[in-house]
């Protein structure tokens, strides 16, 4: 039998108060049974926030980006939480703050909740639980909720997964890069935003990335490509009515609340798949290893005996 949470801290949470919000988020992000129960709770009350996800490679600026983004949305009347990844501490395995210390002009606004959330190793450029919290800020209801994830490379595409806008942040003077990042987080974009484009060569990788844009046909929305210099605000205005042109454009998909439930259960069952795999021990899994590498059996056939070991060993077996 599942654990019940406390009628008064549902009752808290729903009417974003910060202290339980904070305290929330510290269960879930630990993983406790508590944390899981509230979770399950909430579940009627998801799907009303607007999730942007802003990424980009290490030194797009994408941290004073967000923080420019807040002050433009907190203008607008809107109240935001913003989840901010950060690189673990090799010590303690928690955030290193760097996100939060950027932000730190909008950390006491009552409109504003910013949480760190330490990466520990999960790849992706997200953390384990950066999909739950933001199921908490939106239970809270928070109207836009930011999700920045760590420096980014070509495979770390996660926030595809949780964000309704895709935002990727590329400094100027990208050039080759350009080609290498574009079968990655690139393709995931519905804004490319070349930030730092005071500095030399931002007109440059603009033409770079609209003409990488040419190259494919897209649907309901066309990324967009803007610029900004997120120091002085310039162009934050032209980013966030794009975002929300996005949002109306892609509105039927985003009230769909089926469709990110969909995303966060693959996405989850993965991760599940994954991590029992890799602590499977026993003498089947150590053979069906020994024939992959000994070339008597491929990679695909491999897959469905080591998830049928998996699943056997929850007393789950096949008909």
């Not at 069906?288 to 005996?305: N, T």
């Amino acid at each position: 039998m599942k654990p019940e949470p406390e009628a008064g801290v549902l009752a808290a949470i729903l009417a974003g108060e910060r202290r339980a919000l904070a305290r929330a988020m510290s269960a879930v992000e630990n993983e406790t049974a508590a944390g899981k129960a509230l979770l399950h709770a909430l579940q009627p009350h998801l799907g009303r926030a607007r999730v942007t996800g802003i990424t980009g490679p290490p030194g797009a600026g994408k941290s004073t980006l967000v923080n420019a983004l807040i002050g433009a949305w907190l203008a607008r009347g809107a109240s935001i939480g913003v989840v901010a990844v950060d690189p673990s501490s090799p010590f303690s395995g928690g955030a290193i703050l760097g996100d939060r210390i950027r932000m730190g002009e909008h950390q006491a606004h009552a409109r504003v909740f910013i949480r760190s959330l330490a990466s520990r190793g999960h790849g992706g450029g997200l953390s384990r639980t950066a999909a739950r919290v933001i199921d908490l800020f939106d239970a809270a209801g928070y109207d836009q909720i930011i999700v920045e994830t760590v420096g980014a490379g070509q495979s770390e595409v996660e926030v595809a997964e949780v964000a309704d806008t895709r935002v990727v942040v590329c400094p100027p003077g990208l050039g080759d890069e350009v080609q290498a990042l574009k079968a990655g987080i690139l393709e995931i974009a519905d804004i490319l935003v070349v930030n730092k484009a005071d500095l030399p060569l931002a007109e440059r990788t603009e033409r770079e990335l609209l003409g990488m844009l040419a190259l494919h046909r897209y649907g309901a929305w066309t990324p967009r490509v803007v610029r900004t210099v997120a120091t002085s605000g310039a162009g934050v205005p032209e980013l966030l009515d794009l975002i929300e042109r996005h949002t109306a454009a892609c509105a039927r998909e985003r009230r769909s609340h089926g469709g990110r439930v969909r995303r966060l259960i693959a996405a989850s069952a993965a991760d599940w798949v994954k991590r029992n795999i890799e602590n499977l021990d026993s003498c089947a899994f150590e053979q069906l290893c020994a024939a992959v590498q000994s070339g008597e059996l491929d990679y695909a056939a491999a897959d469905r005996q080591a998830l049928q070991l998996v699943l056997r060993a929850y007393g789950v077996t096949e008909r």
